[in-house]
T-cell receptor, first 115, second 113 residues
Framework: DAGVTQSPTHLIKTRGQQVTLRCSPK?????VSWYQQALGQGPQFIFQYYEEEERQRGNFPDRFSGHQFPNYSSELNVNALLLGDSALYLCASSKLSGTVTDTQYFGPGTRLTVL | RKEVEQDPGPFNVPEGATVAFNCTYSNSASQSFFWYRQDCRKEPKLLMSVYSSGNEDGRFTAQLNRASQYISLLIRDSKLSDSATYLCVVNDGLTGGGNKLTFGTGTQLKVEL
């Protein structure tokens, strides 16, 4: 049973560029959340997707956008990259049952470096 | 005030020692609580959920005090393999279902020979 997968594993971009990160959830999961983890910090919630819609977002600017596909996989897009966007981007998947969401399982992350 | 506060450490302890981590959270409406473990340059992995009644998993014991908004983790008989960052995590439910995890900055543990 494959866990959460993310691609690419590493990425180097320059300021002003755009980036797309991808995530495939664990089998049986329908909800995908994205987190940003800067060096020395805990992960910060970016947003969560369910039924192809953004349910809620954290304190991140509109430069951060996402999408969820019918097969539950998801993309995170970041436009107009800043140096401060350099971080580990984590995808987590979970299963929504009624109004309760199960434990979130994390993928290995994509390490983004902005030069 | 941070939503979830932890002592960043590092905690350097000898093998076999008992070590305790503490955490406080600010949102009294938070629904569930966890400890995650994160190894260097890896993803966080769920260590255990935390309940008011206290729960134990082998050498690990977690406790929640809702009145004080305080969470703890006790590790007994520390092993070298316990060296990692321990993240205190609070689940704030979202309207209509779903959840949002709020993480502390993590407490670094180094177990030494």
């Amino acid at each position: 049973d494959a866990g959460v997968t993310q691609s690419p594993t590493h990425l180097i971009k320059t300021r002003g560029q755009q980036v797309t990160l991808r995530c495939s959830p664990k089998s049986g999961h329908d909800t995908v959340s994205w987190y940003q983890q800067a060096l020395g910090q805990g992960p910060q919630f970016i947003f969560q997707y369910y039924e192809e819609e953004e349910r809620q977002r954290g304190n991140f600017p509109d430069r951060f956008s996402g999408h969820q596909f019918p097969n539950y996989s998801s993309e995170l897009n970041v436009n107009a990259l800043l140096l401060g966007d350099s971080a580990l981007y984590l995808c987590a998947s979970s299963k929504l049952s009624g109004t309760v969401t199960d434990t979130q399982y994390f993928g290995p992350g994509t390490r983004l470096t902005v030069l | 005030r941070k939503e979830v506060e932890q002592d960043p450490g590092p905690f350097n302890v000898p093998e076999g020692a008992t070590v305790a981590f503490n955490c406080t959270y600010s949102n009294s409406a938070s629904q569930s609580f966890f400890w995650y473990r994160q190894d260097c340059r890896k993803e966080p992995k769920l260590l255990m959920s935390v309940y008011s009644s206290g729960n134990e998993d082998g050498r690990f014991t977690a406790q929640l005090n809702r009145a004080s908004q305080y969470i703890s983790l006790l590790i007994r008989d520390s092993k070298l393999s316990d060296s990692a960052t321990y993240l205190c995590v609070v689940n704030d439910g979202l309207t209509g279902g779903g959840n949002k995890l709020t993480f502390g900055t993590g407490t670094q543990l180094k177990v030494e020979l």
